[in-house]
């Protein structure tokens, strides 16, 4: 089952909205994944999967405007 091109442009804009809310945060460490990781450490990640989500977007609306669906 694949999802919708539009699933993946608002899993994007939702982790660039948490990116951009920890920048916020004054925290020195965050939990991910039941570790206490460096703040920065978070915030990349969550900017990596803002970006993975967007270049899935992007590639799905190229392709289809190739194939002319």
């Given at each position: 089952?694949?999802?919708?091109?539009?699933?993946?442009?608002?899993?994007?804009?939702?982790?660039?909205?948490?990116?951009?809310?920890?920048l916020?945060?004054?925290?020195a460490?965050?939990?991910?994944?039941?570790?206490?990781?460096?703040?920065w450490?978070?915030?990349?990640?969550?900017?990596a999967?803002?970006?993975?989500?967007?270049?899935?977007?992007?590639?799905?609306?190229?392709?289809?405007?190739?194939?002319?669906?």
């Amino acid at each position: 089952m694949r999802m919708h091109k539009n699933v993946y442009l608002a899993l994007a804009i939702l982790f660039l909205i948490s990116f951009i809310y920890s920048l916020f945060d004054i925290g020195a460490t965050h939990k991910l994944f039941f570790w206490e990781v460096n703040i920065w450490v978070y915030r990349l990640f969550r900017l990596a999967i803002a970006a993975l989500f967007m270049k899935s977007y992007l590639e799905i609306r190229n392709r289809e405007k190739s194939t002319g669906k």
